[in-house]
């Protein structure tokens, strides 16, 4: 095996000293040779008749060349000669600076590169994070960043608790055979995972371990080095390089682009898991206010939880994606919200209200809006609960709006709420029947209710979903969950 100081001090002799010894040797008349560390002739210039100095024999004068981390090599000539000593004593050492000069020149050029490279790397995950999307989404392009920065490593990440498994290969590297198997396996990259697990300790984190070792794969070993993902103090997967023994070993500045990409995948699992604590805070609390509500009056208590099941089968048929499912289950639990603020002997009051009375339960919608306003987070629900009370024929209130004028949460909202109105008990009336509600939401399509709400709520009336408004086949988001993003 090639030593790789000893040929790197050899290619810097032939490629940067040899005219200066041809000069040297012609100017003196004097045969030289540069030997390296285990005797070998490097590069030797025979003037004159003196002879040529090799490797065998004695020479007559030596002078060591020491480029300041031991011996490197040495300057060697046959003739012996007393005046030559000075001559290659300092002859070596001027080499032995120099090269030492262009080493020290060469790691500074190297940290800067690298430098440089953990810089773009820190621009380009600025440019890839989107603070609205999912964990997985960001942790995928902070993924393809990277490996586009080391070119030609394979880069692995895995999360166990979301259960994705990710890897990218940069453009310069044709995946071998045996890291071809390796992404192939998905098993063995999360056995790797358990391993992990079982093997840190206690303030790992603080030291920054790396951990690596070897896998074995139907056509060779390879080597990886992994760096745990640290959430709240707990691992929750890791980013790893891996390569093929035959391939270059891993450098320190891949390491450090490894420890950045982890440090950003950190950062961004640690901000997700606070912004799902402080959501479910959230919707608890709201949720409270709703329950708070209810439990005044046995006769309407669930019925905002009744609409908020019946709106998700809805917007779930309507293939809503999932941020707008999340908006629409806060509006619909929270739709009556702004009733805390009506006075208990209009709210309770057991028989029909009166106009004057009505007038003031008109208010709740508008009461609710100014209720969450202060509610930063809550922002995109506050058009469905001003608006579940208009008509689409532009008789509701509170603005009167018509036709699609009308929020789509606003418009969804109204049909659930219509058919629990409808099956629910009153102290003046007793519960209509499913069939009934059913009947009179056909009805008063294109008047009372938007007719493709009313169609979409009829397919679900006619699949059975309705009348037991579970998640089941429609999924939609269950109670207190929350979607990122």
């Given at each position: 095996?090639?030593?790789?100081?000893?040929?790197?001090?050899?290619?810097?002799?032939?490629?940067?000293?040899?005219?200066?010894?041809?000069?040297?040797?012609?100017?003196?008349?004097?045969?030289?040779?540069?030997?390296?560390?285990?005797?070998?002739?490097?590069?030797?210039?025979?003037?004159?008749?003196?002879?040529?100095?090799?490797?065998?024999?004695?020479?007559?004068?030596?002078?060591?060349?020491?480029?300041?981390?031991?011996?490197?090599?040495?300057?060697?000539?046959?003739?012996?000669?007393?005046?030559?000593?000075?001559?290659?004593?300092?002859?070596?050492?001027?080499?032995?600076?120099?090269?030492?000069?262009?080493?020290?020149?060469?790691?500074?050029?190297?940290?800067?590169?690298?430098?440089?490279?953990?810089?773009?790397?820190?621009?380009?995950?600025?440019?890839?994070?989107?603070?609205?999307?999912?964990?997985?989404?960001?942790?995928?392009?902070?993924?393809?960043?990277?490996?586009?920065?080391?070119?030609?490593?394979?880069?692995?990440?895995?999360?166990?608790?979301?259960?994705?498994?990710?890897?990218?290969?940069?453009?310069?590297?044709?995946?071998?055979?045996?890291?071809?198997?390796?992404?192939?396996?998905?098993?063995?990259?999360?056995?790797?995972?358990?391993?992990?697990?079982?093997?840190?300790?206690?303030?790992?984190?603080?030291?920054?371990?790396?951990?690596?070792?070897?896998?074995?794969?139907?056509?060779?070993?390879?080597?990886?080095?992994?760096?745990?993902?640290?959430?709240?103090?707990?691992?929750?997967?890791?980013?790893?390089?891996?390569?093929?023994?035959?391939?270059?070993?891993?450098?320190?500045?891949?390491?450090?682009l490894l420890e950045g990409l982890v440090a950003e995948l950190s950062n961004t699992a640690t901000t997700r898991e606070l912004y799902m604590e402080l959501r479910q805070l959230l919707f608890n609390v709201v949720r409270s206010l709703v329950n708070t509500i209810e439990a005044k009056d046995e006769y309407t208590r669930g019925h905002s939880e009744r609409v908020f099941r019946i709106s998700l089968l809805i917007g779930n048929r309507l293939g809503f994606p999932a941020p707008r499912i999340q908006d629409l289950s806060w509006a619909a639990l929270l739709h009556d919200v702004g009733k805390i603020?009506?006075?208990?002997?209009?709210?309770?009051?057991?028989?029909?209200?009166?106009?004057?009375?009505?007038?003031?339960?008109?208010?709740?919608?508008?009461?609710?809006?100014?209720?969450?306003?202060?509610?930063?987070?809550?922002?995109?629900?506050?058009?469905?609960?001003?608006?579940?009370?208009?008509?689409?024929?532009?008789?509701?209130?509170?603005?009167?709006?018509?036709?699609?004028?009308?929020?789509?949460?606003?418009?969804?909202?109204?049909?659930?709420?219509?058919?629990?109105?409808?099956?629910?008990?009153?102290?003046?009336?007793?519960?209509?029947?499913?069939?009934?509600?059913?009947?009179?939401?056909?009805?008063?399509?294109?008047?009372?209710?938007?007719?493709?709400?009313?169609?979409?709520?009829?397919?679900?009336?006619?699949?059975?979903?309705?009348?037991?408004?579970?998640?089941?086949?429609?999924?939609?988001?269950?109670?207190?969950?929350?979607?990122?993003?």
């Amino acid at each position: 095996m090639t030593d790789p100081k000893r040929d790197d001090f050899a290619g810097f002799i032939r490629e940067g000293c040899a005219d200066l010894f041809s000069r040297l040797s012609e100017a003196v008349d004097v045969p030289l040779a540069v030997l390296d560390a285990d005797g070998d002739v490097i590069l030797s210039f025979p003037r004159g008749g003196a002879g040529t100095p090799a490797a065998a024999g004695a020479p007559g004068s030596v002078a060591t060349i020491d480029g300041g981390e031991g011996t490197l090599g040495s300057v060697v000539t046959r003739e012996n000669r007393k005046r030559l000593a000075p001559f290659l004593d300092s002859l070596a050492g001027v080499v032995g600076e120099r090269y030492g000069l262009e080493r020290e020149i060469q790691r500074m050029t190297d940290d800067l590169a690298q430098s440089y490279d953990q810089v773009d790397l820190l621009y380009r995950f600025a440019r890839v994070i989107r603070p609205n999307d999912s964990f997985e989404g960001n942790a995928r392009r902070l993924l393809e960043e990277t490996a586009d920065i080391l070119e030609n490593r394979l880069l692995v990440q895995y999360f166990p608790r979301e259960d994705v498994l990710s890897w990218s290969a940069g453009p310069g590297l044709i995946l071998p055979e045996c890291l071809l198997w390796l992404t192939d396996n998905p098993n063995v990259l999360k056995k790797i995972y358990a391993d992990l697990a079982r093997d840190v300790k206690p303030g790992d984190a603080e030291r920054n371990v790396r951990f690596r070792n070897l896998v074995d794969s139907p056509y060779g070993r390879v080597e990886y080095v992994l760096i745990p993902l640290w959430v709240q103090s707990e691992v929750a997967g890791y980013a790893g390089l891996f390569r093929t023994l035959s391939e270059s070993e891993l450098e320190t500045g891949e390491i450090r682009l490894l420890e950045g990409l982890v440090a950003e995948l950190s950062n961004t699992a640690t901000t997700r898991e606070l912004y799902m604590e402080l959501r479910q805070l959230l919707f608890n609390v709201v949720r409270s206010l709703v329950n708070t509500i209810e439990a005044k009056d046995e006769y309407t208590r669930g019925h905002s939880e009744r609409v908020f099941r019946i709106s998700l089968l809805i917007g779930n048929r309507l293939g809503f994606p999932a941020p707008r499912i999340q908006d629409l289950s806060w509006a619909a639990l929270l739709h009556d919200v702004g009733k805390i603020a009506i006075n208990d002997k209009v709210l309770l009051k057991p028989g029909r209200l009166t106009d004057e009375e009505y007038e003031i339960v008109k208010t709740h919608p508008g009461a609710g809006v100014r209720m969450l306003e202060p509610i930063a987070q809550l922002s995109n629900i506050l058009p469905g609960i001003r608006h579940h009370h208009e008509r689409y024929d532009g008789r509701g209130y509170p603005d009167g709006l018509a036709g699609e004028k009308i929020p789509l949460d606003g418009r969804i909202i109204a049909v659930a709420d219509t058919y629990d109105a409808i099956t629910t008990a009153r102290p003046y009336r007793p519960a209509g029947s499913h069939e009934k509600a059913v009947d009179i939401i056909r009805s008063v399509a294109g008047t009372q209710l938007d007719p493709e709400m009313v169609r979409v709520f009829l397919e679900l009336a006619a699949d059975g979903a309705v009348e037991s408004p579970e998640p089941g086949g429609a999924q939609p988001v269950p109670i207190g969950g929350i979607h990122e993003g």
